[in-house]
């Protein structure tokens, strides 16, 4: 069993720790005024598995606690983008060259071959084991809905957000070609399916002579049924993929009521810098919200045999916040075709966007694009904040400042769920063996 570095007082209902370093983003009433890196020096009184206050550093000395020594305190992570349907698949289903187009061939042969409700269960189960060990309290995960695979893992997702309730509060977004919503009889079953367990609609979206007419019509759908819509949008590094501002002006023109979430948009950072700033000025007008994903971006684009990559792969991040866009980093895929690496922890995550995006030089506000800007981008701003009355759901650290939390994985780190510290042992790999051998 691993907890951690923290030890935290045994039996005691009210406990402080203290000396914590908060980043205050994090904090609705701060203590002090932050500092040049937009730290916050507090105490934390956790009574009953509540955060009771926050206090100025050294201030709480009337119970029992731990001292943190200047180690920072974060709420619990939200992942708002991940795969976990499609996740760990890779030891029997590799992409055989780390392209794009490689990773839809690998995904979709494993699908068809693999994909039955046992195979999804295991697999989703196993990636959120990993990410509650990491802190992630919050998690939305897209899932493969082309016909006949929507009939398959959606159910496995109610029985898993189910299975999953109190530790990870569970999102599902469906993902399919757009296309697929020219043919009214799928696109009526689609959504009534996505209806019926709570989740959100989602497409792929890609130029073509038909794209209004399928956005429009998906957003009918989506606003009559209720739903709340999330699209993977101009994951190329095409600038001629225009997809994001078709979405802006199918929000505007069918004045669509709910929240609506582009992920990926790379193209937009390889676009004239005129045509650019219109599309993110639409963008801004129809409130569309952003989610990077910077590992999986940096893996996949402008990968060629023999050739250095020239760019990073990641939209505008800094430009699309400028304009007050809401925008957020998340995971993306594990161990599968499109990423072959990752383990569902956002300080991972946030720590490669740092460094890949230059969310630096301060830090400052980015802080919020691993827990409070997600957590508001998808309705849940339950969640992501540290403040009195709310859980003591909260991740512990040793280092005290920006450089140290970044530098290392921070592997002895103390993830508390309603005050207490959780059994932070990963999944061993070992417990997918049998499930990693190809069916004949």
Same mark, same amino acid.
């Given at each position: ?321 400028? *304009?007050? #866009?809401?925008? @957020? ?7 599968? +075709?499109? $990423?072959?690496?990752? &383990?569902?922890? !956002? ?65 002895? *780190?103390? #993830?508390?769920? @309603? ?7 990963? +999944?061993? $790999?070992?417990?997918? &063996?049998?499930? !990693?051998?190809?069916?004949?």
């Amino acid at each position: 069993m691993s907890k951690g570095f923290a030890v935290l007082p045994a039996d005691a209902p009210r406990y402080v720790l203290a000396n914590a370093t908060v980043p205050g983003v994090f904090l609705d009433d701060l203590p002090r005024p932050p500092d040049s890196d937009g730290l916050v020096p507090a105490d934390i009184v956790v009574s009953d598995g509540v955060v009771e206050r926050v206090a100025p550093a050294g201030s709480e000395t009337a119970f029992p606690g731990i001292d943190l020594d200047g180690g920072m305190v974060w709420p619990t992570f939200v992942d708002m983008h991940t795969h976990i349907d499609k996740g760990h698949i890779w030891p029997r289903k590799p992409n055989p060259d780390g392209t794009f187009d490689g990773a839809l061939e690998a995904v979709a042969a494993d699908r068809e071959a693999e994909w039955t409700a046992r195979d999804v269960a295991r697999r989703m189960d196993f990636s959120l084991r990993a990410a509650y060990a990491h802190g992630t309290s919050l998690l939305r995960t897209h899932l493969d809905s082309s016909p006949p695979q929507h009939l398959i893992s959606w159910p496995v997702f109610a029985e898993m957000r189910e299975r999953w309730a109190g530790r990870i509060d569970l999102q599902a977004v469906s993902i399919l070609p757009i296309d697929l919503f020219l043919d009214e009889s799928f696109a009526d079953e689609i959504t009534g399916v996505v209806a019926e367990h709570g989740g959100v609609l989602g497409a792929v979206t890609f130029m073509m002579p038909d794209l209004d007419i399928a956005l429009d019509g998906m957003m009918r759908r989506a606003a009559e049924a209720g739903l709340d819509l999330d699209f993977h949008v101009d994951e190329t590094g095409d600038p001629s993929a225009r997809s994001l501002r078709a979405i802006a002006d199918a929000a505007i023109r069918n004045r669509f009521p709910g929240r609506i979430v582009a992920g990926h948009c790379c193209s937009l950072a390889v676009q004239p810098a005129e045509e650019a700033d219109a599309t993110m000025e639409r963008v801004a007008e129809a409130g569309i919200a952003v989610v990077s994903l910077p590992m999986c971006n940096m893996y996949l684009q402008g990968r060629v045999a023999g050739r250095t990559p020239r760019w990073r792969g990641v939209t505008l991040l800094h430009e699309l916040m400028a *304009r007050d #866009v809401s925008v @957020a980093v998340a995971s993306d895929n594990t161990r599968d +075709p499109f $990423y072959a690496y990752g &383990d569902l922890d !956002m300080l991972e995550t946030f720590r490669e966007a740092v460094r890949i995006i230059q969310l630096d030089h301060p830090i400052g506000a980015w802080a919020r694009l691993a827990s409070r800007a997600p957590a508001g981008i998808i309705g849940r701003d339950d969640h992501g904040a540290i403040a009195a009355g709310r859980a003591a759901d909260l991740v512990l650290f040793r280092a005290r400042t920006w450089t140290e939390l970044l530098a290392r994985p921070q592997a002895d *780190r103390t #993830v508390l769920r @309603a005050g207490s510290a959780i059994d932070r042992t990963l +999944p061993d $790999y070992r417990e997918l &063996d049998d499930l !990693m051998r190809p069916s004949a």
